[in-house]
């Protein structure tokens, strides 16, 4: 087996580590997380000269301090896995900003190598660099690459194929040195610590670095000693700044001499292009409409464009049912084979997921084009000033536009995007109230009732419902960043407005390719399991054995007349028994089928043409013919399967109301009165935790019409209801409970994946719940003691939520908050 050599891909944010990672590995990468935390780790593999090269791209950081997740992960990964090399991936237009990184790095003894990235963008800005003295000065290969333009590749390979063993560095800490050196000597006496730099690690304690401390801890039997002298030691140092602080300016100073001897500016007073363009993106007034007008571009140019392309899509996948149906066992005539039900209940789950396929590809190449761009960042700097007041960070902006912010979006995406949001505490914020958004699924029963109940206010209840739910966001948001979280660690806003680029087609491919596969992988493959379940709970006990008995001596009547209509026509030899009835019927419902499907004219008589030749008994009962035994042989089998449908359809129902989940639905009933939901509408609740669309769907089984009646959904509902006693009152306290109802299936596997505990999980689920009953409850209660309408309730409401938010948003005189502390130069 040939030698593998690892290699860690260390930098800032905005340096080009992700655009070097893909040229080095191409397509061979695997995605995942750090164990225990949410970081993404990202590893790719490239050989070279028959030896194997694994590429860790690690989380992008300023320093190797304790301050954040992903400078926790990075400096874990360097201690734990030691690489054979590190390339440091540098922004050469902002060269000073990375080069503190740089010194830590070296301070560490790995071999480094310095990849200069963004070459391109330098000399655009008129920065000569002297490649050969600042290697001199960092005393490492520094290589030149650009790599958006896949410049620079193959000399970064051969770099790290001749990366050797280094000493580590060293950095004078003018009046901190002698206590580095102290430390020093005391840390190279360990035996358990030769494994580490003795000057980095002496560094690390001197900073009061608690990781240090812990892993001194964890190696040292007796770690008091050099801990208590790391303490006196920091105690002594004179003046107001601590031993962090001159550390982190001794670092910039280097970092400034070195860009002074090695960097010459050509253009001296020449306004940077991505200076120019944010003085006119970033102004006062203009910022607002320029950010109203990205997200409308999202929404069109994904949820609008991109459902049209379901229209494409969706045939395929109805295809793939079809090819799926014809494998699986045949449908009997009242029931099927419990292997067919199910295994068409799963492909018709998968093909929901996939569906929205063309969406994602859109959202995430989208997203792509805003991060590699350069103005996602400026999203976030533009709304964090508003965001901060309720606990949320600018970068919540995102993930709450992909969820839906008015509506159309899908909460998957948008818990997905809270993945780069540094602030823990505001990123579990994010996390759980990004389902309240109004995602694409919620729209149908929103246009269901309101076409019932609100038809002369539509537009002003749909203003309502999509902008509650942004004012319940922040509130929530407000109350768990005070009490849950609380303790949860949070981080300063540092904000660093990288150089605009012009996104690769390439990079803006994979990104999105990538992004889409894991969705499929990680939501897909739970989703599928857990419709297992929820077929379980729909499909059993099953229907009451008094009630199949009757079921089935209907089903034998309706045969019976089928039989007495085809009395004396010679086409009954092609159904001489039940069993070749129920080939006839299956037949005749793959055909319908097929030509629902059938891309025009020559299609379907391709499909008439291969129904003759499998099946020429059938033929007469199936395809048009002016044979009157034919036309009487059709018309039989029509009426036939109407009346299965029919036996069918009711069966379901039956099925539903008597089954696990349709139990739980009754039994739920003396809670959800206060609100106003029967059973019906408790099943249907429970049946959208899978997917938001199965609401609409139960309901349309739930409220079936009498035979010989033909009316919609709406129709059959507003009869229903209103022979219950339900008003527009109870349709909102319904719309407003959907609005706060816990996050799909879907959204709570991702909640998983995103928070890594089943604890948040949980809660995701339960404190919706709870709230939106409460909310629900409350205005139906409130609004019928005080014969309020349905319009008059929710504008109470929404009045209610505008006031709140307003009393939360605004400056208390009373409170004094400090301002935010300066951050140095090299922190998170």
């Known amino acids: 087996m040939s030698e593998t050599r690892l290699v860690a891909l260390a930098g800032q944010q905005n ?126 290969p520094v290589i030149p690459v650009v790599g958006r333009k896949g410049q620079g590749g193959d000399a970064l390979r051969r770099a790290i194929a001749e990366a050797r063993d280094t000493r580590p560095a060293t950095l004078n800490y003018g009046a901190l040195e ?167 209940w799963l492909v018709d789950s998968a093909n929901t997921l996939l569906n929205y396929v063309p969406i994602f590809l859109i959202l995430f190449a989208l997203i792509a084009i805003l991060e590699d761009s350069g103005y996602m960042a400026r999203i976030a700097f533009i709304l964090d000033r508003i965001l901060n007041r309720f606990g949320l960070h600018g970068q919540s902006t995102l993930p709450f536009i992909l969820a839906g912010v008015f509506a159309g979006g899908c909460a998957v995406p948008g818990v997905m995007a809270t993945k780069g949001i540094p602030d823990h505490r505001a990123r579990l914020a994010t996390i759980l109230t990004v389902p309240f958004m109004n995602c694409l699924a919620k729209i149908p029963l929103y246009t269901l009732l309101l076409n019932i109940y609100f038809p002369e206010a539509k537009g002003l209840m749909l203003f309502y419902l999509s902008t509650i739910t942004v004012i319940a966001a922040l509130l929530v948001s407000k109350l768990l960043t005070t009490t849950l979280l609380s303790r949860h660690e949070t981080a300063p806003f540092v904000m660093e407005l990288p150089n605009y680029h012009l996104p690769t087609v390439k990079g803006v491919l994979r990104r999105s390719v990538d992004r889409t596969w894991l969705y499929i992988k990680k939501v897909g493959t739970v989703v599928v399991a857990i419709a297992v379940v929820i077929y379980v709970l729909l499909q059993f006990p099953g229907v009451p054995a008094d009630r199949e008995v009757a079921y089935q001596a209907r089903a034998e009547t309706a045969i019976a007349r089928f ?110 009165r206060f609100a106003d939901f029967d ?64 996050p799909c299936l879907a959204t709570v596997i991702m909640v998983r994946v995103q928070t890594e505990s089943y604890l948040w999980m949980g809660f995701s689920i339960v404190f919706p719940t709870i709230l939106g009953l409460a909310v629900a409850s409350t205005v139906f209660s409130l609004g019928s003691a005080l014969n309020l309408t349905g319009l008059q309730a929710m504008t109470a409401v929404y009045l209610a939520g505008l006031a709140a938010l307003l009393i939360v948003a605004l400056p208390k005189p009373w409170m004094r908050l400090p301002a935010r502390a300066p951050v140095a130069e090299d922190s998170p």
């Open 15 to 140: 340096a080009g580590k992700s655009t070097l990672f893909n040229l080095l590995t191409g397509l061979t990468q695997h995605i995942a997380n750090y164990p225990g935390v949410t970081v993404e780790k990202k590893s790719g593999w490239y050989s070279d000269g028959g030896r194997s090269v694994e590429v860790v791209d690690l989380p992008g950081c300023y320093s190797l301090t304790s301050y954040s997740p992903e400078e926790r992960v990075a400096r874990a990964f360097l201690l734990d896995e030691a690489p054979d090399v590190v390339v440091n991936v540098l922004d050469a237009s902002n060269l000073r900003r990375g080069l503190p990184l740089t010194f830590q790095l070296l301070e560490m003894g790995i071999p480094v190598i310095v990849a200069l990235n963004m070459m391109d963008v330098a000399e655009g800005r008129g920065l000569q660099i002297d490649l050969a003295a600042l290697e001199k000065r960092l005393c490492v």
């Open 563 to 672: 039989y007495d209509a085809l009395d004396g026509n010679p086409n009954t030899a092609a159904v001489p028994d039940q069993a070749a009835l129920i080939d006839l019927i299956n037949v005749h419902t793959a055909y319908k089928a097929a030509r629902l499907n059938a891309g025009g004219r020559d299609a379907a008589m391709a499909i008439d043409a291969r129904l003759a030749e499998e099946h020429p008994q059938f033929a007469p009962f199936v395809l048009r013919s002016r044979v009157a035994a034919d036309k009487e042989a059709a018309a039989a089998l029509r009426d036939l399967a109407g009346e299965r449908t029919t036996l069918r359809r009711e069966m379901r129902e039956d099925k539903i109301e008597s089954s696990f989940l349709g139990m739980v639905g009754r039994g739920l009933e003396p809670v959800t």
């Open 178 to 344: 002698p206590a580095v050196q102290e430390l020093q000597a005391l840390l190279a006496d360990q035996p358990a610590l030769k494994v580490y730099s003795a000057r980095w690690l002496a560094v690390k304690l001197l900073e009061d670095d608690s990781e240090a401390a812990r892993l001194l801890s964890e190696r040292v039997e007796n770690p008091h000693p050099i801990l208590d002298r790391a303490h006196r030691l920091r105690a002594a140092i004179p003046g107001e700044d601590t031993a962090a602080d001159k550390i982190a300016t001794a670092r910039d100073m280097l970092a400034a001499d070195i860009v002074g001897t090695c960097i010459t500016a050509t253009r001296a007073g020449h306004v940077p292009m991505s200076e120019r363009i944010d003085r006119f993106l970033l102004n006062r007034w203009l910022a607002p409409v320029f950010l109203v007008a990205t997200i409308w571009a999202i929404y069109q140019l994904s949820i609008v464009q991109g459902y049209e392309l379901t229209k494409v899509t969706w045939p395929i996948l109805a295809g793939i049912r079809n090819i799926a149906a014809g494998l699986l066992p045949d449908a009997g005539f009242l029931v099927d084979p419990q292997i067919r039900s199910l295994g068409l």
């Open 679 to 742: 059973w019906k509408i408790n099943v249907a609740l429970l049946a959208s935790f899978a997917a938001r669309e199965s609401s609409v769907a139960t309901l349309g089984v739930l409220f079936d019409q009498e035979d010989g009646q033909n009316q919609t959904l709406e129709d059959r509902m507003g009869a229903a209801q209103g022979a219950e006693g339900r008003t527009a009152l109870s349709a909102v306290a319904l719309m407003l409970f959907f609005a706060l109802y816990p």
